[in-house]
């Protein structure tokens, strides 16, 4: 999985008909350092997330794997919500921080 | 498959169903030199894994057969804690990559 | 599939009970000629093989449940045959009884 800012949503009012209903988000990729990256991915909800949020996605056929997305077509699902992280024993990353 | 090493953990109480309690860590993949690998992933962890440790991983769908709840969305899972990895006489299990 | 040298050994003590006994080898994925190429792999063993083998890698899912004969192992890269020699536009370009290596 990758870790992303929720940056924004998608609209779209003539798509597939398996993607009627389901949320799209814009994410930005973050680093395991929290430097956000100029690499977006446009993601299926299963969450419940919303704009500003740290995510986690899964991308690929993992993807479908949820009861949201079995056998429609997507490549890219919200899977979680970040509530902080540390890497090499620094606290990178506390949601309630957050402005 | 491949090798990485744990840097850290991410904590996330709000997860797809299925998740709940499945531990979610850090990872940098490693080369058979045991040097970086392109970029750190967050991959759920089938094992006792924790930073500091060598540990060998599945991405793909594969992932999620790992896991004990198969059908839910992830795509890496680490499968293996790693003691030693030999190559060309050296142990990519010492020290830190 | 792909071709690799065999590189390494792993010695992995705590792991998913699929993998329990199995030998897991760290790959030099090569290019027919063996030049180092695509990243390191880990790949279970299901043939024999060593280091300084030049082998044959399938690194997909259902192929190796298939040869594994698991139909839910969470598996996806072995290694099933070992390189004699290699040929291309009709020149050998690799010949395991050479000793290259």
């Not at chain 2, 080369?31 to 060998?56: F, K, N, R, W, Y």
């Not at chain 2, 899972?77 to 020290?95: H, K, N, P, W």
């Not at chain 3, 065999?6 to 030049?35: F, H, M, N, Y």
């Not at chain 3, 020149?91 to 290596?101: K, L, R």
Request: net charge negative.
């Amino acid at each position: 999985m990758l870790i992303g800012k929720i940056v924004g949503s998608v609209v779209s009012t003539q798509k597939d008909e398996k993607l009627v209903d389901r949320k799209l988000l814009v994410v930005q990729i973050h680093d395991h350092k929290n430097a956000p990256k100029d690499q977006y991915v446009v993601a299926v909800d299963s969450v419940g997330a919303g704009a500003g949020d740290m995510v986690l996605y899964a991308s690929g056929s993992s993807a479908r794997q949820t009861t949201l997305t079995d056998g429609r077509p997507c490549d890219a699902v919200v899977m979680a919500i970040v509530d902080s992280w540390d890497v090499g024993g620094d606290n990178v990353y506390e949601k309630w921080n957050e402005g | 498959m491949y090798l990485a090493r744990v840097t850290g953990r991410v904590v996330a109480t709000t997860a797809y169903e299925g998740l709940s309690g499945v531990p979610l860590q850090w990872i940098q993949p490693l080369d058979e030199d045991g040097a970086a690998m392109g970029e750190q992933l967050v991959a759920c962890t089938a094992i006792d894994s924790g930073p500091g440790d060598l540990v060998h991983f599945v991405d793909g769908r594969e992932a999620a057969l790992a896991l004990e709840e198969t059908f839910v969305p992830v795509d890496v899972t680490i499968i293996g804690y790693v003691e030693q990895a030999a190559v060309g006489g050296r142990d990519l299990a010492e020290g830190s990559a | 599939m792909f071709l690799a040298d065999v590189v390494g050994t792993v010695v992995s003590p705590v792991q998913i009970p699929i993998l329990d006994a199995k030998k897991l080898l760290v790959l030099r994925p090569v290019t027919p000629t063996g030049e180092r190429t695509a990243k390191t792999r880990i790949g279970i063993d299901t043939i024999g093989a060593g280091t300084g083998d030049r082998v044959l890698v399938i690194d997909e899912g259902n192929s190796s449940r298939q040869i594994l004969g698991a139909p839910d192992a969470p598996v996806k890269t072995l290694i099933v045959g070992f390189v004699d020699s290699v040929e291309l536009g009709g020149e050998t370009v690799y010949d395991s009884s050479a000793g290259q290596s």
